[in-house]
């Protein structure tokens, strides 16, 4: 089935460690993106990639990477400088900036 | 860069109402999306409309981007509609960034 996968769905973070994301899209999509819900707001970007080896800062990267070594793949890392790291966090891909964007099921994260 | 809001930010309906819900942007846009956020987070696609009009069942959306705004229509609301309406928009100068409004939260009661 083709689409957009995110793993885990449910992720439990120590404060201080840093954590990894998984998103893989199997569409062919040269876009993907991060965002980070709080609860009852809206999504905000954290960063996004256009095409491989190539991304960008949205609007709340600090404390977050992310790397697109491959079309299919757009990993984020959560590390131990994002300060309040507890959000749910949805991936999206899409052909180019002027086509519709599909999104992944999301993961929660939660700092213990 | 481009300010997305959405109007109301809580609507509550009997079962058979009709609802429109609004999203006004600051720029010229090329590309806006409609989506339902479920209970379990995921988001669904309603329409993809940077123009024009387009319709889906009970669901129909309108764009004038000449305007700056969007609407989204739900006839015979049912309780499934229920959840949160977010719009989302791109511009020409914000080089493939997606910006989201805050959302609209519907609640349809039987």
């Known amino acids: 089935d083709g689409g957009i996968t995110q793993s885990p769905k449910y992720l439990f973070r120590k404060e201080g460690q840093n954590v990894t994301l998984s998103c893989e899209q199997n569409?062919?999509?040269?876009?993907m993106y991060w965002y980070r819900q709080d609860p009852g707001q809206g999504l905000r970007l954290i960063y996004y990639?256009?095409?491989?080896?190539?991304?960008q800062k949205g609007d709340i990267a600090e404390g977050y990477s992310v790397s697109r070594e491959k079309k299919e793949s757009f990993p984020l890392t959560v590390t131990s400088a994002q300060k309040n790291p507890t959000a749910f966090y949805l991936c999206?891909?899409?052909?180019?900036?002027?086509?519709?964007?599909?999104f992944g099921q999301g993961t929660r994260l939660t700092v213990v | 860069g481009i300010q997305v809001e959405q109007s109301p930010p809580d609507l509550i309906l009997q079962e058979g109402a009709n609802s429109t819900l609004r999203c006004n942007f600051s720029?010229?846009?090329?590309?806006l999306q409609w989506f339902h956020q479920n209970p379990w987070g995921q988001l669904i696609n309603l329409f993809y409309i940077p123009s024009g009009t387009k319709q889906n069942g009970r669901l129909s959306a309108t764009t004038v981007a000449t305007e700056r705004y969007s609407l989204l229509y739900i006839s015979s609301s049912q309780t499934t509609d229920s959840g949160v309406y977010f719009c989302a928009v791109g511009s020409s100068t914000s080089y493939g960034k997606l910006t989201f409004g805050q959302g609209t939260i519907l609640t349809v009661h039987p």
């Open positions: 569409l062919n999509h040269d876009a």
């Open positions: 990639s256009q095409i491989v080896n190539d991304f």
């Open positions: 720029d010229s846009v090329n590309n």
């Open positions: 999206a891909s899409r052909f180019t900036m002027n086509t519709e964007a599909f």
